[in-house]
DNA sequence: AAATCAAGTTCCATATATTGGAATAAATAA
DNA sequence: TTATTTATTCCAATATATGGAACTTGATTT
């Protein structure tokens, strides 16, 4: 049952491979009120996740009396602050991110623009930390926040460290999406422009995913700790020409290349 | 079983009161691993937790295979990226905080220090939202983080405005530590100050939660939503004086009230 | 190398929690 | 009021979790 090797399956499988008893079918629950543009009532819910009545009133309630989900006085459900307590603790001690952090701020330094850093999980980025240059829009707003793999720097940089069969099994699984008229829209499109970052050592982001937005991305491969992941240096189109990104794509891949190295240090040996 | 009338009860308790049945038990060893300092390894958890060793190995499968927690190749257990996701939604699509939002904005404009939006949750409050001067610090450390009620201003605004059964229980289960000098260490001494934030209608921190910072918070008590909160305007001691906070409470408790009303309009009887 | 020890994983009979259809109750509308 | 939708509770059947013990694996020592 259990088909991959242990430790280095998390960058890799969002979507359980192995039984998740009855916590999955709870924790599916969860996500679907969670991922809901608004809170659902009962009946909402019963049709959306497919359970049976009674099944579903013991699930939701047990996530409302943990704190995971909060039931209005309008019988409406919606994300419990538990959810935001957890990964706050979570993000605060993560220890990848914490190395990579000075990291990012030198790449700000020098750049003066937005930096990300993302680790792969499943099929998607998620966004682990971010340094931006003034407190423009919201802030917070992009930590945590999962984008898909095939149209963001970040994406195609961490894709581009992947172990060909890795590589080739999370492809088959994508589905892609125009976000902009630049959006990759075929898995041989984008395995085309794999080979192009693997030679260069880094991706662009050409506005594939916000038109406007684009970014040049290098990946950090932590082998030891089963991270796959990508630094980001960010800008709008009118202000950060393709030539400026270029320029700064060796100082992207130093700071790539220095978080890799120091999480394999401070991580790796003595853990 | 079932205890308390439905609907208000997120704001008062944290901790199940409801049966929460085998998803509780998982979750309480989630907590247990996101709280610990470090990633843990199974003996350690197994020590803590108290469950026998089949059972604690096939919680932790179960969260691993969620991707709730994951599993180093060194054999230790932290918190999974998927936390991180799920919050993230959670955290956007709050239909209290996007209320709220523009209201914190102005309250910043006017004081030009750094306004935080805290919810009551058990015997905590949890941070909400933040707006902050510049980015001094680490801007996304205060989000979803958990203060204690006790000595926070948010906190004792909040505690102002709860029923007086409710109080009296939240208050009677609170252990009190001294994070600084002036940290209230009594439930006496702490309903003795509740009693002034009732009178006049805002709270402060002087210093009771950290050396130096001082703050000023009015209370939010969204009924409908079942939602406890508090605004505040917190500054450091040498730039904020208590004579400076005081003229600025009537800001903040037009910001708390204004969020209140919109609260009710939008959420009330539309739902 | 072999032996020892510690840490992690699997096994399986038993106990228990989950399951899910159907009945009831509560809220809302006619 | 009655009709109707929606939420909640009930309970026997069943699947799942439980937990002690056996087993593996890997590191350390002799």
Redesign the interface.
Known sequence: MMVME?????AF??V?????????K??AV??LV??????LRFTEILALSGQPRGTLH??L????????L???????Y??????????????????FRTVAEPHLKRLHDRTGETVHLG?L??R?I?Y?DKV?S??AVR???Q????SPVYCTGVGKAALSVLPEDRLADLVGQLSFQAYTPNTHLSAAALMDELLAVRLAGYAFDREEHESGIRCVAAPIYAQ???VVAGVSVTGPAYRVSMEQLELWAASVCDAARAIEQEVDVR?GPG?
Chains 1, 2 share one sequence.
């Open positions: 242990k430790g280095i399956d998390s499988e969002a359980p491979v192995v039984e998740t008893g009855t916590l999955g709870a924790i969860l996500e969670s991922t809901a543009q608004t809170p013991r699930q309630s047990h996530l409302v009396g943990e704190g995971l909060s039931l209005g006085s309008d019988l409406r919606e994300p419990g602050m538990r959810l935001l307590k957890l990964a706050s603790n979570a993000w605060a001690k993560n220890q680790v999980h499943g998607e998620i682990l931006e003034r407190q802030m917070n707003s930590i945590g926040n999962a030891r700790h089963g991580l853990r």
